[in-house]
C-alpha cells in the first residue's frame, strides 16, 4: 500500500502551481482583449494598407504569425483554467472529509472561476482567429485577383 505522507511533495508541487495559473489565466484574458482590438484595427484600417502594399509574402507571413497567436489562445488558457480547477479541489475535498465544508465551498468558487476564466480567454482566441483567418483569406485572394 502506497503510504500517504510518501509524496506529500507531489501535493504540494501541484499546489505551488495554482497561483502562476490564476495569474497567467488573468493575463491570457488581457491578452484576448488586446488581440480583440488589434483585430478591429486589422478589420477597418490594417487589411485595406495591406491589400494596397501588394506583397503577398508580406500579408502572408502576417497572416500566419497572428493566426498563429489566435491559435495559441484559443488553446492554452481552456487547459490552463482545466489545471486551476482541479488543483483546488484535492484540499476541498479532503476538507469536506475533514468536516469543514466552508474550505470545499472556498475551493469550488476558486475552481468555477478559474474555469470560467479559461473559457473567457479561449473563446476569445477562438472567435479572434476564425473572424482573421477569413479576412486575411479575402484579402490575399483580392490581392491575387489584382495581380
Given at each position: 500500500m502506497i503510504e500517504s505522507f510518501s509524496f506529500a511533495w507531489l501535493h504540494d508541487a501541484v499546489n505551488w502551481l495554482l497561483m502562476p495559473s490564476l495569474g497567467a489565466l488573468l493575463v491570457a484574458c488581457v491578452i484576448a482583449l488586446v488581440e480583440a482590438g488589434i483585430a478591429v484595427g486589422e478589420r477597418f484600417h490594417g487589411l485595406d494598407r495591406l491589400r494596397a502594399g501588394g506583397d503577398v509574402v508580406q500579408v502572408q507571413?502576417?497572416?500566419r504569425h497572428r493566426l498563429e497567436r489566435a491559435d495559441l489562445l484559443a488553446r492554452i488558457p481552456p487547459m490552463l483554467g482545466l489545471m486551476a480547477t482541479i488543483i483546488p479541489?484535492?484540499?476541498g475535498l479532503a476538507a469536506l472529509g475533514a468536516g469543514d465544508p466552508a474550505k470545499l465551498a472556498s475551493a469550488?468558487?476558486?475552481?468555477?472561476?478559474a474555469t470560467v476564466l479559461g473559457l473567457v480567454a479561449g473563446i476569445g482566441g477562438l472567435v479572434i482567429g476564425k473572424l482573421r483567418r477569413r479576412w486575411y483569406e479575402e484579402t490575399l485572394d483580392a490581392m491575387e485577383h489584382a495581380a
Open positions: 507571413a502576417l497572416a479541489l484535492g484540499p469550488v468558487t476558486v475552481a468555477f472561476d
